[in-house]
């Protein structure tokens, strides 16, 4: 008996598209997804996330940040406080307006910056399913597979146009409320603001990059479910959780392979000189991830029955 389910749309990319009955099949000789085509479907994704309000609203939360950071700490040190409680390099924020980007960066790394991208990938493949336009996507000569690799590409330029975000904001709001000058590094070391300067540009890189495997499993629990909303749930109760199991101290011999565990090593780019030993490990463990859960979402996404 005729399902009407076609299984072959001529894109050479296992793409299905399940049809009504009776429902016209495509005639022969569809053209294949083209490169350019798929920089197009690259560019056409950012703008549409670029452009909504919920990004928007994610991004402005995100630049609050140092400014909430930086007017507390002035107003705490205006009144004769010490200004040495609080996130990372916090306490030399008053003596260099350059340090509240290490600040902020401490601060949003461990909660703000990973929800922010649990909530963009998670609904990047369930928002479509439950919002009915993933089969229409699949249609098109892009193919499941290239699907998926734009939708993780504009995942994690979200990561790295956030990062930017934060670092930019506390910058500026550094700049304006506390003096400027040379940086003096963890190690004791002082190095010219130029320096720091460049320093912070690669801690922001870096951090972006801390986010890579983290993007990969919001996208592979996002090919599991047609709810955008439980999908984005999911992946920000697993931030939650292995947060909460990298403050255990029994949990020690498990906390090196969680994903959020190598985060902070950022601040090893503050050492003269340089420690890169934690953010090699930390990269390499973010490689792991996008590995492992990158292959399992396109093992998902090209296997399961697409009806919405």
């Given at each position: 008996?005729?399902?009407?389910?076609?299984?072959?749309?001529?894109?050479?990319?296992?793409?299905?598209?399940?049809?009504?009955?009776?429902?016209?099949?495509?005639?022969?000789?569809?053209?294949?997804?083209?490169?350019?085509?798929?920089?197009?479907?690259?560019?056409?994704?950012?703008?549409?996330?670029?452009?909504?309000?919920?990004?928007?609203?994610?991004?402005?939360?995100?630049?609050?940040?140092?400014?909430?950071?930086?007017?507390?700490?002035?107003?705490?040190?205006?009144?004769?406080?010490?200004?040495?409680?609080?996130?990372?390099?916090?306490?030399?924020?008053?003596?260099?307006?350059?340090?509240?980007?290490?600040?902020?960066?401490?601060?949003?790394?461990?909660?703000?910056?990973?929800?922010?991208?649990?909530?963009?990938?998670?609904?990047?493949?369930?928002?479509?399913?439950?919002?009915?336009?993933?089969?229409?996507?699949l249609v098109a000569p892009a193919g499941r597979t290239r699907l998926l690799l734009v939708k993780y590409a504009s995942t994690l330029a979200f990561c790295l146009v956030a990062t930017v975000v934060v670092a930019a904001s506390a910058l500026a709001v550094g700049a304006l409320l506390f003096p400027l000058g040379d940086v003096t590094t963890i190690s004791g070391v002082r190095i010219s603001f130029g320096e720091g300067l460049v320093r912070a540009l690669l801690i922001a890189?870096?951090?972006?990059?801390?986010?890579?495997?983290?993007?990969?499993?919001?996208?592979?629990?996002?090919?599991?479910?047609?709810?955008?909303?439980?999908?984005?749930?999911?992946?920000?109760?697993?931030?939650?959780?292995?947060?909460?199991?990298?403050?255990?101290?029994?949990?020690?011999?498990?906390?090196?392979?969680?994903?959020?565990?190598?985060?902070?090593?950022?601040?090893?780019?503050?050492?003269?000189?340089?420690?890169?030993?934690?953010?090699?490990?930390?990269?390499?463990?973010?490689?792991?991830?996008?590995?492992?859960?990158?292959?399992?979402?396109?093992?998902?996404?090209?296997?399961?029955?697409?009806?919405?």
């Open positions: 008996m005729d399902t009407g389910t076609d299984t072959g749309t001529g894109t050479g990319t296992g793409t299905e598209v399940r049809r009504a009955p009776g429902q016209e099949r495509p005639a022969a000789g569809v053209r294949a997804a083209h490169p350019l085509w798929t920089l197009g479907l690259l560019r056409s994704e950012l703008t549409v996330t670029f452009r909504r309000w919920r990004t928007l609203a994610l991004l402005g939360v995100l630049a609050a940040v140092p400014v909430l950071i930086g007017i507390a700490v002035k107003i705490e040190t205006g009144d004769g406080g010490g200004g040495g409680h609080g996130p990372a390099f916090i306490g030399q924020v008053t003596n260099n307006g350059l340090f509240l980007v290490f600040a902020a960066l401490a601060a949003t790394l461990p909660v703000f910056l990973p929800m922010a991208v649990g909530v963009m990938a998670g609904d990047a493949i369930a928002g479509e399913a439950g919002g009915g336009t993933l089969r229409y996507l890189l870096v951090v972006a990059a801390s986010l890579i495997g983290f993007a990969a499993l919001g996208l592979f629990i996002s090919t599991l479910t047609d709810s955008g909303i439980a999908a984005m749930a999911a992946t920000v109760g697993l931030l939650i959780t292995a947060q909460i199991l990298d403050a255990i101290p029994q949990l020690h011999a498990v906390q090196p392979y969680l994903f959020s565990h190598h985060w902070l090593s950022f601040a090893d780019l503050l050492r003269q000189p340089v420690l890169w030993d934690g953010i090699a490990e930390n990269l390499g463990l973010q490689a792991l991830y996008a590995a492992v859960f990158g292959s399992a979402a396109w093992a998902r996404l090209t296997t399961r029955d697409i009806t919405t």
